[in-house]
């Protein structure tokens, strides 16, 4: 699987159609018009799109089955999802900033928030954000967060995609200041459900109304961009980090460069300590970013255990085609 030694998975556990405003590209798609989604069917390519099954329970019952106590008890989902083996040596020099001390609320973007789901063999929790697409109800987040990949730990265990999602923008210490959103699908690349692949790490979850308005009209959105290069400078990332020191009740940042991670596909940030429940929140560009959105180019997918370094494949251009299959 390419895996590294020492580095774990952070939950164990767009050149776009006009109607698909908010999401660029940084070059040309060659199969932009290839097959875009299956309905719960495996794909046969890396870059297709597989969905969810349809939430068995309604809304009501989801939002009542998350309540305070059971939020609080989630955990990171890298603690249930198995670690990878390889090589943690690396020799980039660090970012010049790491995590910040607890946000205020009023600080943290509305746009990103911490997303709870469960699979019947236990509550778990990852980050994630808003993005701008024609339904303007979408969240972007990590395959892992959505999907357990082919391997997940167990004799017994099927690959099987989770449910019950809940997204709250702006989680702090219990409180939902932006209401809590539940979810209607969610949709993963064959890349990750198949073959674990880090580069086909990313996944798009729909929700429902709240209060008769859409998650995008209410917190806003921000503006998916693919293809980016590993070193970046002034990146942004957010999440809820939920292992010690952290506990998951506030959110941290980490700001600095980023740089490519050895002979790998990734992008790495120096001196983030975010870990566990962090995977999948947003890697901002300066460039353009508000305080309470910007242009996401990457979502948290693991971390090294032996040192504060984190992982990200920059956002392929086969996003595009999840935001297709999302927004049909």
Not at 144 to 162: A, D, I, M, R
Not at 170 to 197: D, L, T
Not at 205 to 217: C, D, E, Q
Not at 292 to 308: C, E, F, M, Q, Y
Request: glycine share 10%.
């Amino acid at each position: 699987m390419g895996a590294l030694r020492g580095v774990t998975l952070l939950v164990a556990g767009m050149l776009v159609s006009a109607v698909l405003s908010g999401v660029t590209t940084t070059s040309a798609d060659a199969d932009a018009a290839a097959g875009a989604t299956t309905s719960g069917a495996v794909a046969s390519r890396p870059g297709d799109v597989v969905r969810a099954p349809k939430p068995a329970r309604a809304a009501r019952e989801i939002r009542h089955y998350w309540t305070r106590e059971r939020m609080a008890a989630a955990i990171p989902i890298e603690e249930v999802l198995p670690s990878l083996g390889g090589s943690t040596s690396y020799d980039a020099a660090p970012a010049r900033r790491g995590t910040s001390g607890p946000i205020p609320p009023r600080r943290v973007p509305r746009t990103v928030g911490k997303l709870f789901f469960s699979d019947g063999g236990g509550d778990y929790v990852c980050s994630a954000a808003a993005i701008r697409t024609r339904k303007l109800d979408q969240v972007i987040t990590a395959g892992h967060c959505v999907h357990t990949g082919p391997n997940p730990p167990g004799l017994l265990e099927q690959p099987h995609f989770f449910r019950n999602w809940v997204f709250v923008p702006r989680y702090h210490r219990g409180r939902a200041p932006e209401g809590r959103w539940v979810a209607r699908n969610a949709w993963a690349f064959n890349g990750w459900v198949e073959n674990e692949s880090f580069r086909h790490d990313q996944a798009i979850i729909a929700f429902k109304k709240r209060n008769g308005r859409k998650l995008v009209r209410a917190v806003g959105g921000n503006e998916v961009v693919c293809c980016k290069s590993q070193r970046r400078w002034g990146v942004r990332i957010w999440g809820w980090p939920a292992q010690p020191p952290f506990d998951g009740r506030t959110a941290r940042r980490c700001d600095g460069r980023t740089v490519r991670f050895q002979d790998t596909s990734d992008a790495a940030m120096h001196n983030c300590r975010l870990n566990g429940g962090a995977s999948g929140g947003p890697w901002f560009l300066p460039r353009g970013r508000t305080a309470n959105k910007g242009k996401i180019w990457a979502v948290t997918s693991r971390r090294l255990l032996d040192r504060p370094v984190l992982l990200a494949n920059p956002i392929p251009r086969e996003i595009r085609r999840m935001i297709r299959a999302a927004n049909r």
